[in-house]
């Protein structure tokens, strides 16, 4: 964990949360001592740059219990701040490419990688960014 | 299974994603449900490794090549083919910024 005043600002929820605490060994590792430690059926990962709608939390479990079992993870559309004060929804960095192909299996997967080496890391970017989700804990 | 790979920086998300696929199926919400700051003053976040072209970015995005080629779910001619592509297609963005030449290798 980054050191901030992170401990602080959640003092007033203990009771409610766990927080765990380790040296910056990287956003893998966090992540993984979160998955570690839970508890619960669900995971979601909050980054440090990203703020999540009131009702999100909601809207995926009802959405992904209401489809049972067989689908494991819920992902969502994404507003992306890329100038002070302007939001844009995700499809200007291509990511309607998730609604067409509806993220259904790996051959979907890979086609949100078209080859084209000058927008390559805008793309991956993309793709990595609209993986914010929420699956069952993984370890379970 | 495996969660993140903490050799990662960056796209780690994407790296256990791809591995999930194989395990389950997604869902997409068309609904807007999460706002991600990437204004490029901002004091939080990994973006600008992206376009400040950091060679962790290079590397990783090579490791997490390599990994998806060797796993046994794999199989697939096509997605084996796009991951080869997408490997060189990242190596020669890093020779284009001078990073040391590397041979993607794998089954195809």
């Known amino acids: 964990m980054p050191p901030d005043d992170t401990r602080e600002r959640l003092r007033p929820y203990m009771g409610r949360i766990r927080y765990f605490y380790q040296d910056n060994h990287g956003v893998s590792a966090a992540l993984n001592k979160g998955i570690q430690g839970a508890r619960g059926k669900w995971f979601s990962r909050l980054d440090s740059d990203d703020v999540w709608l009131p009702t999100k939390l909601e809207r995926q479990l009802k959405a992904i219990t209401a489809l049972g079992s067989e689908f494991g993870a819920c992902f969502y559309r994404l507003h992306l701040r890329w100038k002070p004060g302007l939001l844009r929804w995700n499809q200007d960095l291509r990511l309607s490419a998730f609604q067409q192909a509806g993220l259904e299996a790996c051959t979907e997967f890979g086609r949100l990688m078209p080859p084209l080496a000058g927008c390559l890391q805008d793309i991956l970017l993309s793709a990595s960014r609209a993986y914010s989700f929420c699956v069952p804990c993984l370890k379970r | ?108």
């Not at chain 2, 199926?25 to 939080?44: A, E, N, W």
Request: charged share 25%; proline share 3%; with cysteine.
């Open chain 2, 1 to 108: 299974m495996n969660a993140f790979d903490e050799v990662m920086v960056t796209a780690e998300d994407t790296e256990l994603l791809f591995r999930l696929a194989f395990k389950t199926r997604f869902l997409f919400c068309i609904d807007g449900l999460v706002k991600i700051d990437q204004t490029p003053s901002r004091q939080v976040g990994l973006y600008e490794l992206f376009y400040q072209r950091d060679k962790r970015v290079y590397a990783c995005m090579e490791h997490m090549y390599r990994k998806w080629l060797a796993l046994p779910d794999v199989v697939d001619v096509g997605i084996r083919q796009r991951i080869h592509e997408l490997c060189a297609l990242y190596i020669s963005s890093g020779q284009l910024q001078g990073l040391p030449t590397k041979l993607c290798r794998g089954r195809s």
